[in-house]
Structures are given as structure tokens and as C-alpha cells.
């Protein structure tokens, strides 16, 4: 959600009063008139057909599966090569930096030769227009998104010496609140608040919550901007409108006029985002907001086997949000005829079984595997580790599992749905590299050669472990960041762990610093705006290990949901009851990123911080009927094959 697709149409903009033309009385556009399909409706089915084709307002529910992407483009795509708009008159929004570039690479293909609409994410067209706008808005032109551990020191500074961890999360908790509740005040934090407020000034700094916030305020009280702002984007699309959160839907307000030619898609029973504020209720009421709205609903799944549809849909069912909801496989495809539902002693012997289960899918791949029998045929074989996603509820799982692949020398890539600033390797890493990116900006040196250098410093600092930077590497460091930047005289604590970080910090942002070229404006902007999934790599011949939060979107042949476990799924969080209607829809979103082969495993012990516990199944399981299942356990230890020379 608080991600940015940031590309060269995101570099600095042009400001001031000149920017846009007087305006004049804006008008609601006329609706679309929608001719005869031609070729690019033409191999579309009758749903799809009937969304790309219709005017706006439209309101598209699509299931999982269904050709969101597809109705989505193809119906930008139509309006341009079809209805003749100019395509910078198309604005296309979505939530992710690799959903966005997804969604531009397909409008590249459909509209070749073309200026290409625009395709950002919200906090991306939030930065557009901040950027744009920074003379109104009081920002120098050099404004910067502040990253993760500036945000935390600023708000340090402004709760003042001696301030808890608590008191400083109550404070940014309070920003960002506001940003979507202007009237959510504190008179106990209205003096941090304003401390905290003018310290970002005076760096010419924005957060997250501002690039939202700002634009807001700003269409809502000068109608000259916002009516600029209509007539450059007359057509406005957002994919997964589910997941809009007060602020973007004040924002979609204020951009959309009545009547206006406004698609939104998505499906309500995908809604898994409330924790960052997304209200599924602005997908709901959509029809009451936008009158004349039409309302199409896809419900042909192209993607998965029936098998894991009708499983997916058994687990929802108790709380969709789409009455009468229909999802019907039309794919096809080769894979078993039930879901497999394995019962695992622990957390070690569930990743065993995961890594187990690959091998066999892949054919085994070391004589180890083979003598274990680990190259039987399993259903039928996938070719590639890229063909397997393991996901799990929390981040915290991912240890074991990550354990058992290299055990096995099984490749694997990593991602989460956290913000990439919130890795511990990325902040340590930042806190050499910021001031050096930023006191040399328009330094036409790699942004990639001055990560690796600055990584190099971070391991120093954390102990001495790694090979002594040299000369070269060094001097790609301005002076200050060197002298800033030097050993500390007594080593970090952990140090092997905090180089681990780091190198795994180098490995996460090196397609991210390589994409920047010698750009470190737009680096510094996409670290501070970036998931760590969009930096996940769909060409690297890897297992994929993903939160569930964070497969959302993405589809595998093979799909295993490890820890299917009252506690888990639906997560419990001390004393508090779950949300289980949105704990139940993110196993929905999970089990729907299956092509042919399902997997879900629980524990009957799981080691959670440090404590031993005995997990019941999820009561999710129980929607599954006993003849759509196929149930597995193994023994808790097995012998293993000793290899001998002769």
C-alpha cells in the first residue's frame, strides 16, 4: 500500500503559477459512446468484453483469477486506439511499484507507437503533485520523502530528551491518523506535533502520510488546481479499489468529478489491507458515490484448476462480500482432483515436508534427495524452483523454512509486504548512505558502486568481519559521509548477524540502486516509498517465500499455505478477538494464487517467541469438506541414509 512506481515521468516537475492554464468551467465529460468491438475486444469473453467496453463510471468486481490486468489495460487500451482519447488524458492508479510496472508494461504493448498513459500508485501521484506543486504547498524544490529512520529521529527530536519508545510511537501513530482524520487531534502531543511538523520543514522533507495529506488539502481548498488537475486526467482507472484507505478516497474525490469517466476494480472478498487503513466499504458503496454507475462482474477464473477454486470458495463463503458470488474455473489444466491438507510434528518437520514435497516436484535434486526417495513423482512434475511459492502469516515463519531450503540447496528469494525501510540491514545501510546520496546529488557516480561501498563501511561498523574496504571503494564516498562513516571503536553486538543484514540489504536493493543509475534522488525516493515484495524477481529460478500479504497478486503453479493454525490463520494477538471475516479472506487470497497444486500444512507444536505451543487447526478447515481433501502426516523423525565411498 505504501509503495511508488517511480519512473522518469516522476523526476522533478516545473512549479509555480504558470503550471496551468486559467481555468474554465468544467463540465462533466460526455459519456463514452462504445462502438462495435474491434480488435482489441474481439478475443475477450462476453464479462471481459462487456467491462472494457462500458463507460465510466464502472464498477468491475473480479474475482481471483478472472483478468483483472487484462480488463483493466485493454480498457485504457480501447479508449485510446478505439475512441480516440489521447492517452496522457488516462491516469492508471494501483498500490504497488511492481503492479504499476506490470500494468505499464502492458499498455507499452497495446498502445505501441503511443504516448503512454500514466501509471503510478497513489503515494506516486501524490509525490507528482507535491513536486508540481511545491510552491503553492511551501516546499523548496528539492523536497525529499523522508525514510524510516530519519522519520523516527525527527520524532525523537520533537518529543524531546528522555522520551520513551512509546511516547514516540504514539506521535507518529497520531500523523498518521490525522493524515486521514483531519479532526483526530491530542492536546497532550499538540506541542511534539508541531515540533515534529517544523523539524520536516525546515529539511524540506515529506513522509507517507504527507504525500496523501497535502495533494488533499490542497485540490480541496483551491478549485483552479483541482480543475487543472481534472481536465489533464478525464479517465481514471484503480485497480484493487478494495483496498482504498480515507485519504486515497478523498483524493479519487477530488480528481473524479460526477459523472465522470471513473473505472474501479477489485473485489471486496480480497480485502486483507485494514491494518494500514483500507475500508472495503468505499468498494461497496461505490454506486451510491458515483450515480450512473454500471456494474460488471467477472466470474470465469482463468487461472486455477477447480480443485483449488471450489476449495478457495468453501473457505470464504461464511463471510463474502459479494452475495451471490460465483467463480467458475474455465483453465483447465493437469493437477490433483483434492487439496492436500498435511498434518507436521513441528515448525522443522513442516519445512521438512516442504522441501520434501519440491524435491519430488522437481524430480529431485541431489543424489541425497533421491536416496531418501524424494524423487518419486508427485501428481506431475513442475520444471523450475520459480514454479513453488511457500507463504505463511507472519514473517516469523519464514526461518525454518528458509533453514530446510539451504539445508537442501534448494534457491529461494525472500520478500515481505514491510516497507523496505523496515529492514534492520536497510537502515544500517542508510545510515551511511543517506547523507552521502544527498549532499552529492547530481554526482554522476553509480547509485549501485555507492551502495556496495557504503555496505562495506556499514560492515566495518558492525564489527570487522568483513573483508577491509579499499581504497577505490572508499573514495566513492564523499569525505563527510567517510569521516561520518569510520568504525566505531567498540563493535555493534551480534555482529555476525548485523553483516548478514547487511549483505542480505546489498542483495535486496542492488536492482533497485541498479534501476537508479547514477540517479540518487529517484533511489532514495522509491527505498523510502518501496515494499520489499516489489522487489521481488518473477525471472529468477527461485522458491519464492512470501507473507501471504505480500503473494497477493502473484500466481504459481504450485502453492504451499504452511501454518494453517488457530493462531495463525486467524491471528491472534494476545487476549483481542481476530477479525476472522478478514483473516478468512486472506487464506481466500492465499489458496487463489494456486494454478494446479494446493498445499496447506499445519503444526501440532510450533515454537512461537521462544515458547512452545500446541496449535489447533484452523477453524477455517472445517468449510472444507473431508472429500476434497487428501490428508498426509509423516513420523516426527526419520533415519537417514548414511552415503558411503564403497
Known sequence: VCSSYLGPEEGPAATGDGLFAAPEPVEPPEPVVVPEPVG??????????????????????????????????????????????????????????????????????????????????????????????????????????????????????????????????????????????PAAEDAELAGPLARYRAGKRARNLVDLDDLLARPVALLGADPEVRDAYRRRWPHVSVDEYQDVDPAQYALLRLLCPPGGDLCAIGDPDQAIYSFRGAEVGFFLRFAADFPGTTTVRLTRNYRSTATVVDAALDVVAPVTLVPGRELTAVAGGDGPDRVTLHTAADEAAEAAFVVGSIERLIGGSDLTALLRGAADPWHDAVHSYADVAVLYRTDAQSG?????????????????????????????????????????????????????????????????????????????????????????????PDPATRVAQLQAAVELLGALAERAGADAAKFLAELALGAEVDLWDPRADRVSLLTLHAAKGLEFPVVFVVGVEDGLLPMRFGDSEPDTAEERRLLFVGMTRARTHLVLSHARRRTVRGRVTEPAPSPFLADLPAAALERTSRPERRRQVQLRLL
Open 40 to 181: 482489441l475486444l474481439d478475443g475477450l469473453d462476453a464479462e471481459l468484453r462487456a467491462a472494457a467496453a462500458a463507460a465510466g463510471p464502472l464498477l468491475v468486481v473480479a474475482g481471483p483469477g478472472t483478468g483483472k490486468t487484462r480488463t483493466l489495460t485493454t480498457r485504457i487500451a480501447h479508449l485510446v486506439t478505439n475512441l480516440g482519447v489521447p492517452a496522457e488524458q488516462c491516469l492508471a492508479l494501483t498500490f504497488t511499484r511492481r503492479a504499476a510496472g506490470e500494468l505499464a508494461e502492458r499498455l507499452a504493448k497495446l498502445v505501441p507507437g503511443r504516448q503512454s498513459p500514466l501509471v503510478t500508485t497513489f503515494h506516486g501521484l501524490g509525490l507528482r503533485i507535491v513536486r508540481e506543486q511545491a510552491a503553492r504547498l511551501g516546499l523548496g524544490e528539492d523536497v525529499r520523502v523522508v525514510d524510516e529512520a530519519e522519520r523516527l529521529a525527527l520524532a525523537r527530536e520533537a518529543m524531546g530528551e528522555g522520551a520513551s519508545a512509546r511516547d514516540v510511537s504514539r506521535l507518529l501513530a497520531l500523523v498518521s491518523r490525522l493524515a486521514r482524520d
Open 400 to 492: 525454518a523454512l528458509a533453514e530446510a531450503l539451504e539445508g537442501a540447496g534448494v534457491p529461494y528469494q525472500k520478500r515481505s509486504h514491510h516497507r523496505l525501510g523496515d529492514q534492520p540491514g536497510v537502515r544500517d545501510l542508510l545510515g551511511v548512505l543517506r547523507e552521502d546520496l544527498v549532499r552529492a546529488a547530481g554526482d554522476p557516480r553509480p547509485v549501485l558502486a555507492r551502495v556496495r561501498a557504503a555496505a562495506q563501511v556499514a560492515i566495518d561498523r558492525a564489527g570487522g568481519l568483513g573483508p577491509t574496504i579499499g581504497a577505490d571503494e572508499w573514495s566513492l564516498l564523499t569525505p563527510a559521509t567517510a569521516r561520518a562513516a569510520r568504525p566505531a571503536p567498540e563493535p555493534e
